[in-house]
C-alpha cells in the first residue's frame, strides 16, 4: 500500500532540508551551512506556517522551500514534513541531528522555561497561551500542532520523548542506505568532517561551533 502518490517534483538548484529536532544542534549546524555559502531560510517565514503545518498544507510549504537552499527549525522539523519534502524534492540532501533523549528533553524544557515562564518553572497552557512571540497565541497553536500533549500537561516527559524517538526511528528507517541523507550528532568528534565531506566542501573547522547552547 502505498504512503503517498508522487506530486510535482520541483525543478530546483541544490536543496538542503536539516530535520533534527529543535534542540539537537540545529542553530549551529544552520551557521555551518552558512559558512559553506548556502543561502538560508528565513527562520521567522518558516516559523509562520504552523497553520499550513496544522491544515496538512504542503503546498505552501513547499513554496516556501522555493525561497532559498538550506533549511532548519521550523517547520522543517516537525513530524512528516521530511516526507513530504522527498517526495517534492527526491533529490534534495536531508540531515537529522541527534542527541541522548534525556539530555535532549532537559534541554528543550529549561529553553521553554527561561523564554516562556521567566525560567521559573516548565511553562503550562496559560504561559504558551500568553507568550508574546510571533503573535499571541502562536506557541499553543505550536504546541498542539506538534506536540499534541495534554493541555494539563502541556511537557508531558513521556509523550514528548515517545515523540522524539518515532521522528528519529521514521527517518533513519525511511532514509536507510540512502546517499543524499546524514544523520550526525554535532557534540561528536569527527561530525563536522561528516558533514562537510556529505556535502562536498572544503572544511573551515576541525569541529563544530556550539551556538544557542541552553545551561
Known amino acids: 500500500m502505498m504512503l503517498f502518490r508522487r506530486g510535482k517534483v520541483r525543478k530546483h538548484k541544490e536543496k538542503i532540508f536539516c530535520i533534527g529536532r529543535n534542540k539537537t544542534g540545529t542553530t549551529s549546524l544552520e551557521s555551518v551551512l552558512g559558512e559553506?555559502?548556502?543561502k538560508l531560510g528565513d527562520q521567522i517565514e518558516g516559523e509562520m506556517l504552523v497553520k499550513a503545518y496544522a491544515n496538512k498544507d504542503w503546498g505552501e510549504i513547499t513554496n516556501f522551500c522555493?525561497?532559498?537552499?538550506?533549511?532548519?527549525?521550523?517547520?522543517?522539523?516537525?513530524?512528516?514534513t521530511w516526507l513530504f519534502l522527498y517526495n517534492a524534492y527526491p533529490k534534495a540532501k536531508f540531515i537529522l541531528?541527534?542527541?541522548?533523549?534525556?539530555?535532549?528533553?532537559?534541554?528543550?524544557?529549561?529553553?521553554?522555561?527561561?523564554?516562556?515562564?521567566?525560567?521559573?518553572?516548565?511553562?503550562?497552557?496559560e504561559d504558551l497561551l500568553n507568550?508574546?512571540?510571533?503573535?499571541?497565541?502562536?506557541?499553543?497553536?505550536?504546541?498542539?500542532?506538534?506536540?499534541?500533549?495534554?493541555?494539563?500537561?502541556?511537557?508531558?516527559?513521556?509523550?514528548?520523548?515517545?515523540?522524539?524517538?518515532?521522528?528519529?526511528?521514521?527517518?533513519?528507517?525511511?532514509?536507510?542506505d540512502n546517499s543524499n541523507f546524514l544523520c550526525i550528532d554535532v557534540t561528536k568528534k569527527g561530525s563536522y568532517k561528516e558533514l562537510a565531506?556529505?556535502?562536498?566542501?572544503?572544511?573551515?573547522?576541525?569541529?563544530?561551533?556550539?551556538?544557542?547552547?541552553?545551561?
Not at 146 to 158: F, G, H, L, Q, R
Open 197 to 215: 565531506d556529505f556535502l562536498n566542501k572544503k572544511m573551515l573547522h576541525q569541529e563544530f561551533p556550539h551556538l544557542n547552547k541552553t545551561q
Open 97 to 125: 541531528t541527534i542527541r541522548d533523549t534525556e539530555s535532549w528533553y532537559e534541554s528543550i524544557t529549561r529553553f521553554h522555561s527561561k523564554i516562556f515562564a521567566n525560567g521559573e518553572r516548565i511553562p503550562n497552557k
Open 131 to 176: 507568550a508574546n512571540y510571533r503573535y499571541e497565541g502562536f506557541v499553543w497553536e505550536t504546541s498542539r500542532a506538534v506536540w499534541k500533549t495534554p493541555e494539563n500537561d502541556v511537557y508531558n516527559k513521556e509523550m514528548f520523548i515517545r515523540n522524539y524517538i518515532r521522528h528519529n526511528e521514521d527517518v533513519i528507517h525511511f532514509f536507510k
Open 66 to 80: 522555493e525561497s532559498a537552499e538550506a533549511f532548519q527549525d521550523a517547520p522543517f522539523s516537525w513530524p512528516y
Open 36 to 38: 559553506f555559502g548556502y
